[in-house]
């Protein structure tokens, strides 16, 4: 069974920094495909940034820069790390997981249908 368990979030102010944290278990395949994504009330789940298992990186273009995606693997642990907050970020932070390779498109490793494994949402507040 896979479980993923995210730690983090919380209110910060803007302009300030966050680190989320997501840690992987039961992902036992060598190839796995993870993200994070966000979610405002009455919204669809919107992807930020992915990363595959060799390291390879994906970002929502308008984020790129701002987000920075990374992962431990002895720790098993996934990262989402904010810079610059904007109040535009206040968002339920979900962290996902599929045990299969990333799409080979960048575009799709950002849609929510890719993965079939989810953490329990961080929220994030972002106050101005």
């Known amino acids: 069974q896979v479980l993923l368990v995210q730690s983090g979030g919380g209110s910060v102010q803007s302009g300030g920094s966050l680190l989320l944290s997501c840690v992987v278990k039961?992902?036992?395949?060598?190839?796995?495909?993870m993200a994070w994504f966000r979610q405002v009330p009455g919204e669809e789940r919107k992807g930020v940034a992915a990363?595959?298992?060799?390291?390879?990186?994906s970002y929502k273009y308008s984020e790129e820069g701002r987000f920075t995606i990374s992962q431990d693997n002895a720790k098993n642990t996934m990262f989402l790390k904010i810079h610059r907050l904007e109040p535009e970020d206040t968002a339920m932070y979900y962290c996902?997981?599929?045990?299969?390779?990333?799409?080979?498109?960048?575009?799709?490793?950002?849609?929510?249908?890719?993965?079939?494994?989810w953490g329990q949402g961080t929220q994030v507040t972002v106050t101005s």
């Open positions: 996902a997981a599929v045990n299969h390779p990333c799409n080979e498109y960048p575009t799709l490793r950002l849609i929510e249908y890719e993965y079939n494994f």
């Open positions: 039961g992902l036992t395949d060598s190839d796995y495909c």
């Open positions: 990363i595959d298992h060799n390291g390879i990186t």
